[in-house]
């Protein structure tokens, strides 16, 4: 009975534990990080289209190459963060406004393109870029708000019942129980029947503690977990920092464009512009960013690697599902031999 209750009471927060961790893994880390990653295509996009087009289009015409290149991998965070969205029916509604409205930038930047090869229409081709920076900060808010909610669903899954250090009592207890009760006796056969060692109780106690240190895992798959929330919190700040760099640097050259157009008279409009970012310092350009950016990369690569394997080792379960289960049974099967001789010796007496 109570190997019963100690199987059904470890493998319950066993199971619980790999339970959150699986899906924190599978689908929370994966969505928070694709969701920063499509926001940095986009600003990376949109700076490349205000620099391409504010200069005539002379990188490959249009918006350029590497505008179409950020856009599609945008594209393809988007699709990520759909796959693994783990803030339920609400985080799939954002998903879907977010993806309606980059439709619309990309058509915006479009209508840009066509009115800037006409010389004659620079200003409806600024006035075009203006809307698209303006429904792009909209899309990045909105990007913000879901990996809010998907943070939210992370630390559902990181703080809760089964995570708690103190749920370990109810494993930890009938364990230490059972342990206790295998080696008082064998301590009582070892006086009633004068033998020194009852193997098969030796045994069984050795599978209890083997049942211990798996069931034990669970804590430290609540450690690592809580450590891959801890690394998404701590990119968050580098991530911001990247893209007010790359905000600003298209921000300014927008405003550029429209006081060429208009001067003075669209002084409201040029503060608007800019208010939001830095000044960018003289020597900032697409290149110098696009340098910047590639060793931000690097680090940000490594720190959602660092992320990634903490969330794999949290939900790595090291087969305890199984090996659980069948402890229990060869405990069950030990106490049964150990028992058996003993009582048959008894009868005999």
Not at 47 to 75: C, E, K, T
Not at 235 to 255: C, E, H, N, P
Not at 329 to 334: F, P, R, S, T, Y
């Amino acid at each position: 009975m109570v190997t019963a209750i100690t199987l059904v009471t470890s493998l319950a927060v066993f199971l619980g534990v790999a339970g959150n961790a699986d899906v924190a893994r599978e689908r929370s880390v994966p969505a928070i990080l694709a969701s920063y990653d499509a926001q940095e295509a986009l600003r990376n996009a949109h700076l490349a289209a205000v620099d391409n087009l504010s200069r005539g289009g002379v990188v490959l015409g249009g918006p350029g190459v590497d505008y179409q290149r950020q856009i599609a991998a945008a594209g393809q965070y988007l699709t990520l963060v759909a796959e693994n969205n783990a803030a339920g029916d609400e985080g799939t509604q954002d998903i879907q406004t977010i993806e309606a409205l980059l439709v619309t930038y990309t058509g915006l930047i479009g209508q840009a393109d066509a009115r800037f090869r006409d010389a004659d229409l620079g200003a409806l081709g600024v006035a075009a870029l203006r809307d698209a920076a303006s429904l792009l900060d909209d899309i990045l808010v909105r990007l913000e708000m879901l990996r809010g909610k998907q943070l939210l669903a992370l630390d559902d899954q990181v703080d809760n019942p089964w995570t708690n250090k103190l749920t370990a009592v109810v494993w930890l207890l009938p364990l230490v129980v059972l342990g206790v009760l295998l080696v008082r006796t064998q301590a009582y056969l070892t006086r009633r029947f004068r033998r020194t060692v009852n193997a098969p109780l030796l045994l069984a106690t050795a599978a209890v503690v083997g049942m211990m240190a798996l069931t034990a895992l669970s804590l430290l798959s609540a450690d690592k977990l809580d450590e891959a929330r801890a690394g998404v919190h701590g990119v968050d700040d580098s991530r911001k920092r990247q893209l007010t760099d790359v905000g600003s640097l298209a921000a300014y050259g927008l405003a550029g464009q429209v006081e060429s157009q208009c001067g003075d008279a669209c002084a409201d409009t040029l503060a608007e512009l800019r208010s939001p970012f830095p000044s960018p310092s003289p020597s900032s350009t697409l290149g110098s960013v696009a340098t910047d950016s590639a060793v931000e990369d690097k680090a940000e690569v490594a720190a959602d690697d660092a992320i990634t394997n903490d969330a794999d080792a949290a939900a790595n379960s090291r087969f305890g599902e199984i090996l659980l289960p069948v402890l229990a049974l060869v405990i069950a099967v030990l106490v049964f031999l150990g028992f058996q001789p003993r009582l048959a010796e008894y009868g005999k007496r």
